[in-house]
């Protein structure tokens, strides 16, 4: 079993940056992936960025050039930097992560096994 926790919302003017944290505990795969996820108000909840573990990395149109997906493996920590934030970026993030996948775009095609709570972010 995988823990996610959250960390690093906030409220930001627009054109801010907010960066959020995502410390992972229990058994991580060593094939593992990593995404970020997000709901905003009346919606569905999307995919925003994902990672594989070779370091491939694949982002929702809207916030490419502006958000970076990363993670540091060896402390099980994944970051989402994100950039010149918009009224359209405010949403609840959702950290996630995967048994395995094929590569960074995993989060368009399958469901992730485990889910964070979620940290808020307003723009």
């Given at each position: 079993h995988?823990?996610?926790v959250?960390?690093?919302?906030?409220?930001?003017?627009?054109g801010g940056?907010?960066?959020?944290s995502?410390?992972?505990s229990?058994y991580?795969?060593s094939?593992?992936c990593?995404?970020?996820?997000?709901?905003?108000?009346?919606?569905?909840?999307?995919?925003?960025?994902g990672?594989?573990?070779?370091?491939?990395?694949?982002?929702l149109e809207s916030?490419k050039?502006?958000?970076?997906?990363?993670?540091?493996?060896?402390k099980?920590i994944?970051l989402?930097?994100?950039?010149?934030?918009?009224?359209?970026d405010?949403a609840?993030?959702y950290?996630?992560?995967r048994?395995?996948?094929?590569?960074?775009s995993?989060w368009?095609?399958v469901e992730?096994n485990?889910?964070?709570?979620?940290t808020?972010?307003?723009?």
């Amino acid at each position: 079993h995988v823990q996610l926790v959250e960390s690093g919302g906030g409220s930001v003017q627009v054109g801010g940056s907010l960066t959020l944290s995502c410390t992972a505990s229990g058994y991580i795969y060593s094939s593992h992936c990593m995404g970020w996820f997000r709901q905003l108000p009346g919606q569905e909840r999307e995919g925003v960025a994902g990672i594989d573990s070779k370091g491939d990395t694949s982002y929702l149109e809207s916030v490419k050039g502006r958000f970076t997906i990363s993670e540091d493996s060896a402390k099980n920590i994944l970051l989402l930097q994100m950039n010149n934030l918009q009224h359209g970026d405010t949403a609840t993030y959702y950290c996630a992560s995967r048994y395995d996948c094929y590569d960074g775009s995993w989060w368009k095609v399958v469901e992730p096994n485990y889910w964070g709570q979620g940290t808020q972010v307003t723009v």
